[in-house]
């Protein structure tokens, strides 16, 4: 519901006053084409070839050159990852520029680099990190919905991430991605197959969603089915009832359990295996807010956001990734949030608990990539929950409207990046912290 | 046309398992459920348990439910919740009522059909709200009403209900007594303890052991995957943890008469609001949905007695029943890991135990030859009962069902060693259904 505020500067008179107004961002449904428009993929590249295939191959019209394509552009790939020279970033500006001014309403621009970190050459280094204030400046200059995001390959041999790249690319494009904006990812070399049904990635897998009563867990649980897992949901025996109702909506299973009890990890494989089989995919979502200034915080709400939000993720993991746990292609994804990026008044303990969070997938990528797992974190920014609800009047306000969407993001945005991450497609994109924050102006 | 021959009967009866239930917590009449109809409870307790066993949109075999108190409307309550949940709309059910005896009764009547083939699946449910409870005109204005809707003409309808008095109008609310005898279930049950000399002390003992029984178990968690909240309501809001000796001895007897009165509200039941369900299944069925017995319904039994004519106690019926199932059974009173004996008041509990130690009952009445001895009361009740959780009628027998079969498993799983468990539950009109559950 819209409240006072949001609705006096969204009137026509706000507008003429020059009052910035969010547009309605284009989600994902399945069967949604995955572009709306023509794509232009240039830049010389690695993948732009295999990509305009691909692109093809999905229903989209591509063209090499702005001139081959009529109307608004749906997206922008701009390729180059094979920029070795500051100098060849002039074909960034010149191809750019003009197709920038064609994109059309809730377009995407991806641009594709090379992760800096696996080169060498000064220049070389200089070139592709100069691709990331690039695409983080440009995301803050389009308007209309439209986003811009940056994917590095990691891989030495372009044939290796070309499947990694393109599973990105396609979630960039997509309705999916629609509150993930100014963002980076680095995909590495894991061979990543393409879903045999496009509108159910996930299906044969079991996922487990915490704290999945309410709030964007519920939503996650939602988006998983949707794209055909089976879903455990968890959460503390007190939201039972509510609980009840988001495992019925999915036809899944309601497990009672608060995550910090010593065998929750146990008991969640257990009724995993048992009722279901296989466990591949834990979204560690429950999480608790207990702001209070440091100096005036007390032990039980510094511990207990700490206890909820860090240390049951760490313990659970030992025994999801320990003997009879996850498998191969098994996905963890973790609630992080921007501030546990950007840090924020009032929340020491849960800024504290949020960048752990991102210390776990930072320690994990090494240990479970040689067993095709991925361990990835999601920090949402002002998202719209009974959470954010809580928040000062002020302060929500700010908050929702401080990014380059002009917007707080939905519950749902969330969901569909972590939906994305769990997907076999997904394979190459690990140890990532990956932001849905609609490009906040905090820690950005 | 030539008939078939019918098939010779070769089906024999299967093994029943007991996979898991789920209730509401209970509450405290005019409290938490104030609102909430039979329906409503029974709808929630039912969708909580769809949610834990994944039957959301799935059809189950059939649903036996019932309510004591029940208003004209929910005259197909069991059938009308299931069109309310998340089962397949294709599920069967059937209404049963059995007083305080419905919710286990419901569970013999499901287990029946499994053993026999009949269906593969069921869930044995109840619901009971005394704050909802139906109130009904007087007789004499039912009668005016009746005549004035059995008029053609409006002028005749004028006519009879110009008969309506005031004194018509003062509603009729259920009472909670028996109809053969206009005594209330307490004050029958006062009757009773003073005939076997049951004391006050050994009653508020059992009530305390209740509270704490129940609050121990809902600390270890082990309620986590047997009640799903509602209405806001997280657990039973009569338990009273810290419920003590001391405190209970300072209750004014509340049935009975005379300085013999030992029966206080601290060591009888309530009256509470709630609903409990529990799933119940062929093996076959368990395994083709991934779920793993909790135990086995063995076998139940019902008795009644002659409480009228003033032959026996109005809750000595499970006395009775007990006895012949151990009988069909081949067992005795101690083969028993677990004694769940539904706590309508204290005193019924520890009168049932005594009956069965004595010499004279047990063969006078009985026609045992000897008694059937004391059990270990460690066993009984361990994760307390009626006196703590509260009873609404026909959820009863869910809950000690859901609970004893639970309690079961981790006995077995923990030693290795097969466990049973006894079942017991007194109800008005002189009845007593029991049963016996293994893991
Ligand atoms: N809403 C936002 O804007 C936002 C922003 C950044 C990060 N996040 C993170 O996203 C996650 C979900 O947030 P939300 O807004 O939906 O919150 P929410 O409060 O609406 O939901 C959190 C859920 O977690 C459950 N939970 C809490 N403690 C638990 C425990 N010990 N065991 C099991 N379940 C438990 C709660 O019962 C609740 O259902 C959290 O980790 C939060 O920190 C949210």
Known sequence: MADLFTTIITSPLARKAGVPQPTKLRRYTPGDPLVEGPVLVAGGGHFDTSLANRLEQAGAQVGTALEELDGRLGALVLDLSAAADPSDLVALHAIGAPAVKRLAKNARVVVLGTDPATLTDVSHIAAQRALEGFTRSLGKELRFGATANLVLATAADPALAESGVWSAVEFFLSGRSAYVDGQVVRVGDAASPSAADPLRPLAGKVAVVTGAARGIGAEIAAVLARDGATVIAVDVPQAGESLAKVANDVRGTALQLDVTTEDAGRRILEHATSRHGSLDIVVHNAGILRDKLFVNMSDDKWAAVLNVNLRSIIRMNETFLGGGGLGEGGRIVCLSSIAGIAGNRGQTNYAASKAGVIGIVEALEGQVRDRGITVNAVAPGFIETEMTKSVPFATREVGRRSNSLQQGGLPKDVAETIAWLAQPGAAAVNGQVLRVCGQSLLGA | ?439
């Open chain 2, 1 to 439: 046309m030539a008939r078939k021959t019918p098939a010779p009967p070769t089906r024999q009866a299967r093994r029943v398992a007991v996979l898991g239930g789920n209730r509401i917590p209970f509450a405290r009449a005019h409290g938490a459920y104030a609102r909430a109809s039979n329906q409503d409870m029974l709808t929630a307790a039912i969708d909580g348990l769809a949610a834990r066993y994944g039957l959301s949109g799935q059809q189950v075999g059939e649903v036996v439910a019932g309510a004591v108190l029940k208003h004209s409307r929910d005259f197909n309550l069991a059938r009308e919740s299931v069109l309310g949940s998340r089962l397949a709309p294709t599920t069967p059910a059937y209404d049963i009522q059995q007083a305080c005896g419905t919710g286990l009764e419901a569970a013999i009547l499901v287990a029946n059909k499994i053993a026999l083939g009949q269906i593969d699946s069921g869930i044995a449910g109840g619901a009971d709200t005394t704050s909802d409870a139906p109130i009904a005109v007087s007789e004499d204005l039912r009668k005016i009403l009746l005549a004035a809707n059995r008029a053609k003409k409006p002028v005749d309808k004028l006519k009879a209900l110009a008969a309506v008095r005031p004194q018509h109008l003062a509603p009729s609310i259920p009472q909670n007594g028996e109809p053969r005898t206009g005594m209330s279930m307490g004050d029958h049950m006062a009757v009773t303890a003073e005939q076997w000399g049951i004391t006050r002390e050994a009653q508020d003992e059992l009530a305390v052991a209740s509270h704490r029984n129940l609050a121990a178990a809902y600390d270890r968690g082990f309620l986590d995957d047997l009640v799903t909240p509602f209405l806001g309501l997280a657990r039973d809001n009569n338990l009273r943890p810290d419920s003590s000796v001391e405190a209970l001895a300072k209750l004014k007897p509340v049935f009975g008469t005379g300085p013999n009165a030992t029966m206080t509200a601290g060591n009888s039941t309530p009256l509470t609001d709630g609903a409990s369900t529990v799933l119940l299944a062929s093996e076959e069925w368990a395994k083709a949905q991934h779920l793993t017995p909790l135990a086995w319904f063995v076998d139940g039994e019902t008795a009644a007695v002659d409480y009228v004519h003033g032959e026996e106690g109005l809750l000595m019926a499970p006395a009775y029943a007990v006895p012949r199932l151990l009988a069909r059974n081949g067992l005795t009173l101690q083969d028993f890991d677990y004694y769940e004996i539904h706590e309508a008041f204290a005193s019924t509990v520890l009168t049932h135990l005594k009956a069965w130690e004595d010499e004279e009952f047990c063969t006078k009445r009985l026609g045992l030859d000897a008694p059937l001895g004391a059990i270990d009361r460690t066993k009984l009740n361990v994760n307390g009962s009626s006196l703590a959780a509260g009873h609404p009628f026909a959820a009863t027998g869910g809950r000690i069902l859901a609970s004893l079969a639970k309690q079961l498993r981790q006995k077995a799983d923990e030693t290795g060693q097969p466990v049973r468990g006894l079942i017991s539950i007194c109800a008005a009109g002189g009845l007593g259904v029991v049963a016996i559950l293994e893991a």
